[in-house]
Each structure stands twice: as C-alpha cells, then as structure tokens.
C-alpha cells in the first residue's frame, strides 16, 4: 500500500507541476502590450460626465443584451466558436485581391479602399485617413484562432503612406490591432476614437499630444475642410474579461463636398434616424456592419437586410457592405453576407451597390463604376 501511495503522490506532484507551469506560461503570455488594459481605473472617473455612461460602464442608448436566445456561458460560445464547422465558413480557395499603390494615388482624387474586413483607407481633400487598420494575420488574443483568409492579407504598415487621421471604432481585436498601430505610429499625425480607448494608444507609445478621444455627438475639425462627427453605434467593446469600459462608436466625415458614413459595429437600432436627423442624411457613401451576424448576437450585428435598411434611412448614394471578407466570427457561409447584400438591394435605383475587391479604389463621385461580383468565382 505504500508504494501505491507513493505512485499516487508522484503522480499528484507530476499533475500540479504542470498545472503551474501552464499557469505560469499563461500569466507570462497576458503580459504581453495586446493584452493592456485601456486605462487605470481611477481615469475613468473622468466618464462620469458622459450620458452614455453609468454603473462604470458605457451603455447603449437603448437595451441591447449581448446575447439574444437560449442563454450560454462565455465558454460555451467560445468553445461553440473554435468548433464550428460547416460548408463555406471559409473560402476554397485564395481570394481575388489588386494591391493598390496607396503612396501613389492622386492627391487630387477623392476614393476610398477597402483593405478587407472593417479596414479602410480614405483619401478625402488630400487628406489620409486609415480606418480600423488591422494588418495582422490572426485577429483574436490566441494566434491561429482567428485567421485571415486566404489571399486578404495585402497591405501591411509600410504600404501606408502618412496618415493624417487614424480613426478607430472600438477596442475589439479585429478592429484595433496592436502589432499594426505600434508599426504605424511614425506615420499618424492625429488618432481619433471613442472615449477610453485612447488610453491604449498611450500605453503603446502613441504621445498623449497625438491622441483625441471623443463622445458621441462630438464634432472635430481634423483640419482645415475636414469634419469628423463621432457618433452612435449599437454594440460592445472589451478585449478580454472586462467589459464596457471603453466607448464604441462610428464616424461621418465630410470634405471637398463629400460626406461619407462609417457604422462601424453595429446592430441595428433607432440612432440612425437620429444621426440622420440630427446631421443630415444623403451620404455619397454608407459603409455598414453586413456580416458576422448571428441570431445570438442580434442586437450588436446587423443582417445585410438591416444594413440595407440602415442605408436607406441615411439617404445613402453608394453602399459599401463592410465586416466581411477576411475574417470568420459568425457560423454564417463566408459569401452570405455579399449575396444577401445583393438581394436586399435589387429593385431599386436609389442606391448603388459597391462590392469592391480588397485594394481595389472606389472612385467617389463616379456614379457610373461597377464592381465584379468577384465573390461568385470558382472556389477550389
């Protein structure tokens, strides 16, 4: 018997040897600069002031629990997300890209470009501006878990020429990417985003003399000729546990006679309206969350339906679906989200559908380009 006891305490010993390694390799691993929270704690105080804040976190402007439906833990959805499998969830083969050179655009000309998923570069008034940059091929905490699809990954931070305003939507980690903001801080004259999440650009490096952080409904006068209104969006933030303490927001931006809208995140809700009324509608471009929705996230994704709807309620003359096209997070086919794009917009005239392929400029003002439906191609 005291043999077996003494192979049972090896045993006991081998197992918490390991799990405290394991634990120590994770700890190590969290101490990472991505992981950072956004702010100390005390800063946030600072909130308070905000409508769109109370009980310490930012809220919504109407009720919108994150999961909707039969109720799961977050290791059920996360253990539902890294095993799902089904027909189409990714595409068979690498996907259609040009590599626009960004340095070499005329300064005269006024276009936008899809860099894949919500990542956009704008060159309005001869003005730059980079939106959600994420140049990383994972866009999640673990590597692997997220992985751009194949073919997507084109631009990396040194095709970007200098930018005069980088725009960030929230702190989720397929929208604000640290390994490519840290590249790009040299080239970025100015960051814009929602409050809170400045505090980790300064973390990062980024000088506090760089950074502006916004509530909704704030209006900045980036330059001379370019107006950036920050405002509603319906969704979440956080990057790992905490939740809610860092705003969420999209953008509207005008210039040269352009005006041009950024949802962001979004579900679908009555802050449309309300940016509409109270800043006008009639956008040369609407870009909208279209993809990675899912019947337990209803409130903070919208349906290429809703995001239609959303587009016309913003009086929308182009309709750019966006949240698609390098990254999976919704169980839905990787082309659903274009081809129901597709379908909710046939019919009518008032609106034109802008599908391009990444790198690929959209010429604002040029009401006559069309785009491939490159996502209909042979597949493998």
């Keep these: 018997m ?36 956004p702010l100390p704690a005390a800063q946030a105080a600072a909130f308070a002031q905000s409508p769109n804040y109370a009980g310490g976190e930012f809220r919504n402007q109407v009720p919108s629990p994150l999961y909707t439906g039969p109720r799961q833990s977050r290791v059920e959805s996360l253990w539902r997300f890294l095993t799902a499998d089904g ?39 001869g003005r730059r501006i980079l939106i959600d940059p ?14 751009a699809f194949d073919g997507t990954s084109v631009y990396r931070a040194e095709d970007v020429p200098e930018i005069d305003q980088l725009l960030i939507t929230h702190d989720h980690w397929d929208h604000l990417d640290h390994p490519t903001v840290t590249v790009l801080e040299p080239k970025v004259r100015q960051v814009l985003a929602p409050l809170g999440v400045g505090g980790y650009f300064e973390r990062w490096g980024y000088a506090r003399a760089k950074i502006r952080e916004a509530d909704w409904y704030s209006t900045v006068q980036a330059a ?75 409130h903070v994704h919208m349906t290429p339906e809703e995001a239609f709807r959303a587009a016309q309620i913003l009086g929308a003359k182009a309709w750019l679906p966006a949240h698609v096209g390098k990254f999976r997070l919704a ?35 040029d009401a006559q380009q069309s785009f491939e439906r490159w996502w209909q191609a042979p597949q493998g």
């Design 2 to 37: 005291s043999k077996l006891l003494k192979i049972l305490r090896r045993s006991l010993l081998g197992l918490l040897a390991l799990a405290a390694a394991g634990a120590g390799a994770a700890f190590a691993y969290l101490q990472q600069p991505k992981f950072d929270a």
């Design 87 to 125: 027909e189409g969830l990714r595409p068979a083969a690498p996907l259609p890209a040009v590599k626009t050179d960004l340095r070499a655009l005329d300064p005269a000309q006024d276009v936008v470009v899809w860099l894949g998923h919500s990542s956009f570069f704008v060159q309005l008034a």
């Design 134 to 147: 994420v140049f990383s091929i994972d866009a999640a905490p673990i590597p692997g878990v997220n992985r």
């Design 224 to 298: 001379p000729g370019l107006t950036i209104h920050v405002l509603p969006a319906r969704h979440f933030s956080g990057r790992l546990l905490e939740r809610n303490k860092t705003l969420w927001a999209g953008y509207a931006i005008e210039a040269n006679g352009r005006r041009l809208f950024f949802s962001g995140d979004s579900g679908f809700g009555p802050h449309f309206g309300e940016i509409a009324q109270r800043i006008g509608g009639g956008f040369d471009l609407v870009v909208t969350d279209n993809g990675q929705y899912n019947e337990r996230w209803a």
């Design 331 to 365: 169980r839905h086919a990787w082309d659903e989200p274009f081809e129901r794009a597709l379908a909710a917009s046939a019919g009518q005239s008032e609106i034109r559908l802008a599908t391009p392929r990444i790198g690929e400029p959209l010429r604002l003002g």
